[in-house]
């Protein structure tokens, strides 16, 4: 549908994590993803056609503006397949916080909209999409956002390394790593961590697949 954007859902819910983990925040989920991970959890989102509503800017901004929060979360599918960088300013502009969770393998804005903070991952080798990692976006991110390694094994989590290593020696955003559901134990994350002494890296689980079921939609 020309000119909407393709939803699958909005609700409302506490962001499962990243640095706002906790924190109540509204969820746009758009559909749409330009590549395919191999652990996929979010499958029914892949496709533009499968969207349930198809909402203009302006009654996007309406479903938006409904809810209580000023935290808003933009995910997928891919959210930055979408043309949203209106969106986000006006949203800017009105005191949102913007997550824009996205999954690597696009640009970011050229120029970014105030509120805006992206949570990109870094698709590791057990993702099987690695080589679509755009490191060019690296330079883009500040100590605001997060880049979040999704480890599914013991090579995902070198791959983690190799990157800090060779892309952030110092500084740089904010990094996660967080385990690939039913693929790797957390343990094995706290236990890489502390041995690389990697003390710039948070280790996280996806809190509402603790509080809720795992494959829980809407939370
Ligand atoms: S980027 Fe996200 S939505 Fe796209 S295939 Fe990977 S996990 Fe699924």
């Given at each position: 549908m020309k000119n909407k954007f393709p939803v699958v859902e909005i609700?409302?819910?506490?962001?499962?994590?990243?640095?706002?983990?906790?924190?109540?925040?509204?969820?746009v989920r758009f559909a749409g993803c330009n590549?395919?991970?191999?652990?996929?959890?979010?499958?029914?989102a892949?496709s533009p056609e499968d969207a349930l509503f198809y909402f203009t800017k302006d009654e996007l901004l309406a479903k938006i503006r409904?809810?209580?929060?000023?935290?808003?979360?933009f995910?997928g599918g891919e959210p930055l397949l979408q043309p949203l960088e209106e969106i986000c300013r006006i949203l800017?502009?009105?005191?949102?916080?913007?997550?824009i969770?996205?999954?690597?393998?696009v640009?970011?804005f050229?120029?970014?909209p105030?509120?805006?903070?992206?949570?990109?991952?870094?698709?590791?080798?057990?993702?099987?999409?690695?080589?679509?990692?755009?490191?060019?976006?690296?330079?883009?991110?500040?100590?605001?956002?997060?880049?979040?390694?999704?480890?599914?094994?013991?090579?995902?989590?070198?791959?983690?390394?190799?990157?800090?290593?060779?892309?952030?020696?110092?500084?740089?955003?904010?990094?996660?790593?967080?385990?690939?559901?039913?693929?790797?134990?957390?343990?094995?994350?706290?236990?890489?961590?502390?041995?690389?002494?990697?003390?710039?890296?948070?280790?996280?689980?996806?809190?509402?697949?603790?509080?809720?079921?795992?494959?829980?939609?809407?939370?």
């Amino acid at each position: 549908m020309k000119n909407k954007f393709p939803v699958v859902e909005i609700f409302d819910s506490i962001d499962g994590e990243g640095k706002r983990t906790g924190y109540m925040a509204i969820f746009v989920r758009f559909a749409g993803c330009n590549i395919r991970c191999t652990y996929c959890d979010t499958c029914y989102a892949l496709s533009p056609e499968d969207a349930l509503f198809y909402f203009t800017k302006d009654e996007l901004l309406a479903k938006i503006r409904s809810y209580p929060w000023k935290r808003i979360t933009f995910t997928g599918g891919e959210p930055l397949l979408q043309p949203l960088e209106e969106i986000c300013r006006i949203l800017g502009d009105e005191g949102y916080d913007i997550n824009i969770e996205t999954n690597g393998a696009v640009p970011l804005f050229r120029h970014r909209p105030k509120g805006v903070f992206y949570t990109m991952d870094y698709k590791c080798t057990g993702s099987g999409v690695r080589k679509y990692m755009r490191t060019e976006n690296f330079r883009d991110l500040t100590q605001d956002d997060v880049l979040k390694f999704v480890v599914s094994d013991r090579r995902d989590l070198d791959d983690m390394k190799y990157i800090l290593d060779t892309y952030f020696p110092t500084g740089g955003p904010k990094f996660y790593v967080s385990p690939v559901w039913g693929r790797i134990e957390p343990v094995e994350l706290v236990d890489y961590v502390k041995a690389h002494g990697l003390d710039r890296v948070c280790v996280q689980v996806q809190l509402h697949k603790i509080i809720w079921s795992p494959t829980k939609r809407g939370v």
